[in-house]
């Protein structure tokens, strides 16, 4: 009879351990994690993370795609081949609600990167700007209405009080106003850089980050971080460990100019260093994440939807596409 007892002691605590150990095993490590971003200032606080992989220094492997616009990257998403994704804010908003909820924005990396240059110096306030033709990129997007809303705030009518013409690339617009022939012109970073760092009569005449923040009372937010959620599901620890990594590569990027230059040409998301290290101060590179990320990003959304639904997907996003916001 005592050996039956303690046999049965014996099962009981064997089990125990057992169960112990299934609730306590570690999150599996996933398979892959690929990593989608652009070149240009949504890209320039993961360049760090990016030559990092390849010298073998993150806590975990990832394998990185720059790519050279936006849709590229959406159709990657789209089809599933990602885990994590640096794209504009917007665009994330689309993808949220193109894919039925299956993308979720895991932390914002980029302020307000829009500038108007001036080629003279007739505009120092956005009244200036009444009567005036205006060179810009991005029609259909996030600069347009950002424009908009500003110079709607400031009782100017976009639609008479000034004329805008759309360029479709920066790379036009720089050119042109970096030639002279365009003397007023919106530009995000590091445009903006390229062109002053060319043409030393070129200025900014206004910062539309600090406008935006004026009459909206937030920062103006262009680019995110978003994440398959199936992947957050299954691997929040993997997810969790790399928004460390890019943070430190964020605050690497904020802290040294000079080696995040280099290392930001190094990584292919800005192809000259030298543009890169002048740039760097107004592209307004951070890592928001939770609550932090979620009131200016909705408020940048709500100012997208109001002024044209399917800039956002044809619906604003519920609160499910918040990752850890609650």
Same mark, same amino acid.
């Given at each position: 009879m005592?050996?039956?007892?303690a046999?049965?002691l +014996?099962?009981?605590?064997?089990?125990g351990t057992?169960?112990?150990?299934s609730?306590?095993?570690?999150?599996?490590k996933p398979e892959q994690?690929?990593?989608?971003?652009?070149?240009?200032?949504?890209g320039?606080?993961?360049?760090?993370?990016?030559?990092?992989?390849?010298e073998g220094k993150?806590?975990?492997e990832?394998?990185?795609t720059?790519?050279?616009?936006p849709?590229?990257? =959406?159709?990657q998403?789209?089809?599933g081949?990602?885990?994590? #994704?640096?794209v504009?804010?917007?665009?994330?908003?689309?993808?949220y609600?193109?894919t039925?909820?299956?993308?979720?924005?895991?932390?914002?990396n980029?302020?307000g990167v829009?500038?108007?240059?001036?080629?003279?110096?007739?505009?120092?306030?956005v009244?200036?700007?009444?009567?005036?033709?205006?060179? $810009?990129?991005?029609?259909?997007s996030t600069?347009?209405?950002?424009l908009?809303?500003i110079l709607?705030k400031?009782? *100017?009518?976009?639609?008479k009080?000034v004329?805008?013409?759309?360029? #479709?690339?920066?790379a036009?617009?720089a050119?042109?106003?970096t #030639?002279?022939?365009?003397?007023l /012109? *919106?530009?995000?970073?590091?445009?903006?850089? =390229?062109?002053?760092l060319n043409?030393?009569?070129?200025r900014?005449a206004?910062d539309l980050?600090?406008?935006?923040?004026?009459?909206?009372?937030a920062?103006m937010v262009?680019?995110c971080?978003?994440? =398959?959620?199936?992947? $957050?599901?299954?691997?929040?620890?993997?997810?969790?460990k790399?928004?460390?990594?890019?943070?430190?590569?964020?605050?690497?990027?904020?802290?040294?100019v000079d080696? +995040?230059?280099?290392?930001?040409e190094?990584?292919?998301?800005?192809?000259?260093?030298?543009?890169?290290?002048? %740039?760097?101060?107004?592209?307004?590179?951070v890592?928001?994440? /939770?609550?932090? *990320?979620k009131?200016?990003?909705q408020?940048m959304?709500?100012?997208?939807?109001e002024?044209e639904?399917?800039s956002?997907? /044809?619906k604003?996003?519920?609160? %499910?596409?918040?990752?850890?916001?609650?």
């Open positions: 005592k050996k039956i007892i046999l049965f +014996a099962a009981i605590m064997l089990a057992v169960s112990l150990v609730c306590t095993r570690k999150e599996d994690i690929r990593v989608l971003t652009l070149m240009g200032p949504t320039m606080g993961m360049a760090k993370l990016i030559t990092d992989g390849k993150n806590a975990q990832y394998t990185f720059v790519a050279t616009a849709d590229q990257v =959406s159709a998403v789209i089809k081949d990602f885990e994590i #994704a640096a504009p804010v917007n665009l994330a908003a689309v993808l609600n193109k039925d909820g299956a993308v979720k924005v895991a932390g914002v980029t302020l829009l500038y108007m240059l001036e080629n003279g110096s007739t505009v120092n306030s009244a200036d700007l009444k009567g005036k033709t205006i060179y $810009a990129t991005g029609q259909g600069p347009e209405y950002a908009r809303y709607t400031n009782g *100017m009518d976009p639609d009080d004329t805008v013409q759309y360029l #479709a690339e920066h036009e617009l050119t042109q106003m #030639a002279g022939s365009v003397t /012109g *919106m530009l995000p970073e590091p445009n903006v850089t =390229s062109v002053m043409n030393k009569d070129v900014i206004l980050n600090a406008e935006w923040k004026k009459v909206s009372g920062d262009m680019g971080i978003i994440v =398959s959620a199936k992947f $957050a599901e299954e691997h929040p620890q993997a997810l969790k790399f928004l460390e990594e890019y943070k430190a590569s964020v605050e690497f990027a904020n802290g040294d080696a +995040a230059a280099a290392v930001i190094a990584a292919g998301i800005v192809p000259k260093a030298a543009v890169a290290k002048k %740039a760097l101060p107004n592209c307004n590179i890592l928001l994440t /939770g609550k932090d *990320m009131t200016p990003l408020g959304l709500n100012v997208l939807f002024a639904a399917k956002v997907g /044809g604003l996003p519920d609160d %499910a596409f918040y990752y850890n916001a609650k």
